[in-house]
């Protein structure tokens, strides 16, 4: 896989199931609201008349003056940064859906960097993931027609299709000698975006896949349906963003305001006076005083980012994990007369004590490695009942069921694992200071 620094920078992300990964709450305005800076630069104009005549009159193949029009937005847009683009139709209608929450497709994230396109995450219980596809896989062709020379906009065209189809990725993975080629369904896909759990011992773990309109809400009630069908309050909480794209920038607001009783969430900064927004908490949380442990890896970005942020700055939540992506800015999406739009990079998106997220991310409290736990199958464990003559009693060694769930949790996922040791220490700290008291 790419070094991780490197994609921070010229990762152009889109989302080939339609997920809202670059919009952090994608604000549509009509075209001319905005004052100029300046004098319309008439000799600039004339010379784009001019190649856009030339163009119209001499090129080898007759295009439209629409298609001139386009491919002249296009380029504009690209060569700004990597989340400003020009919308079609059809780009913009489907980015309209984007953060319905209801989305066709196989359910992947990827950006691009030199001319490759790799694979930031797949979409919790996407075709995409069913079938194997990994974070930092690298896709070489699409239905065996290879994909170098292809922008982002062309790869999706290629990748989607009508639902109940399938489309074969030949990706190249870090460690896999030669190419492998997976088969992907293609899908309707209506998915929560909350997924909740209860562990033993008191530990509440929540994992958001992705921020739509309606996480927040779902957030609260399924959390507080979960609370009901347990016999005690909770003892601590795990809030897993590891592979969460973002999404709606209102979204993680809520979820941010869920824990934090008091203090800022977020603030942006642009050129424009209304690109400069300040965001509080309210007193309205769905959880007190329960500690908190938020994960996070390479693979969580833009509003994942901002609640982690957040939780962190105010000293809310203890964040385990890897450096997140690093995607700090915010998208303005320009509607113009023929449904089509602009979308353009209008801020920046700052911590509650102004850290700059972009190109640099969050940095985790606490650091777990993207490891794997495999059972031993070699041999057995020795201890004393190994030895010749060891004396036996009739009591029997007992294991707790708890010890067995978080053994298989440990093979399952070790990074979860490993996250529920250290909150398992917070609560024993907080009890020995308790007991002190």
């Known amino acids: 896989m790419i070094k991780h620094k490197f994609v921070l920078y010229c990762a152009t992300l889109i989302t080939l199931c339609m997920c809202p990964l670059a919009q952090s709450n994608p604000k549509i305005v009509e075209d001319n609201n905005g004052s100029p800076s300046s004098e319309i630069p008439l000799e600039e104009i004339a010379d784009f008349v001019q190649i856009f005549n030339k163009i119209k009159n001499n090129y080898v193949e007759n295009l439209s003056d629409r298609e001139i029009m386009e491919r002249a937005f296009h380029g504009m847009a690209t060569h700004l940064d990597p989340h400003s683009a020009f919308l079609n139709k059809e780009d913009y209608a489907l980015l309209k859906e984007n953060t319905s929450g209801k989305f066709g497709g196989v359910g992947i994230e990827i950006g691009s960097f030199e001319g490759k396109f790799i694979i930031i995450a797949p979409i919790d219980g996407s075709p995409a993931a069913e079938a194997g596809v990994l974070a930092g896989d690298v896709i070489t062709k699409v239905d065996n027609s290879p994909v170098s020379g292809l922008s982002i906009e062309g790869l999706s065209r290629q990748i989607k299709g009508p639902p109940d189809s399938t489309v074969t990725l030949t990706i190249e993975r870090k460690g896999k000698k030669g190419s492998i080629q997976l088969k992907v369904s293609r899908r309707i896909m209506d998915n929560d975006s909350v997924a909740i759990e209860s562990f033993p011992l008191g530990i509440i773990y929540l994992r958001i896949s992705q921020f739509q309109q309606t996480t927040g809400k779902e957030l609260e009630r399924k959390f507080n349906e979960t609370i009901k069908g347990v016999s005690q309050k909770p003892r601590g909480i795990i809030l897993d963003l590891r592979n969460n794209p973002g999404g709606v920038l209102n979204s993680a ?80 999406i320009h509607k113009m007369r023929d449904n089509t739009a602009f979308k353009l990079t209008t801020a920046f998106y700052y911590t509650p004590k102004g850290r700059s997220i972009q190109a640099t991310g969050i940095t985790p409290d606490i650091l777990v490695e993207n490891l794997s736990l495999k059972a031993r199958k070699d041999r057995d464990p020795f201890g004393e009942i190994d030895l010749d003559r060891h004396i036996t009693t009739k009591e029997k060694p007992g294991i707790r069921s708890t010890d067995l769930y978080f053994t298989k949790l440990a093979t399952r996922d070790f990074e979860l694992y490993q996250a529920t040791k250290i909150l398992m220490g917070i609560l024993l700290a907080k009890r020995e200071t308790s007991i002190a008291k």
């Open 253 to 332: 607001i809520e979820v941010s305001d869920a824990f934090l009783e008091k203090g800022a969430i977020t603030f942006t900064k642009g050129r424009q006076l209304d690109s400069n927004q300040k965001f509080f908490a309210s007193k309205k949380v769905i959880v007190k005083s329960a500690p908190l442990l938020v994960l996070i890896n390479e693979g969580s970005a833009s509003a994942s980012e901002i609640v982690a942020g957040a939780l962190q700055d105010n000293q809310r939540a203890v964040i385990v994990g890897r450096q997140s992506f690093g995607k700090g800015s915010i998208q303005t």
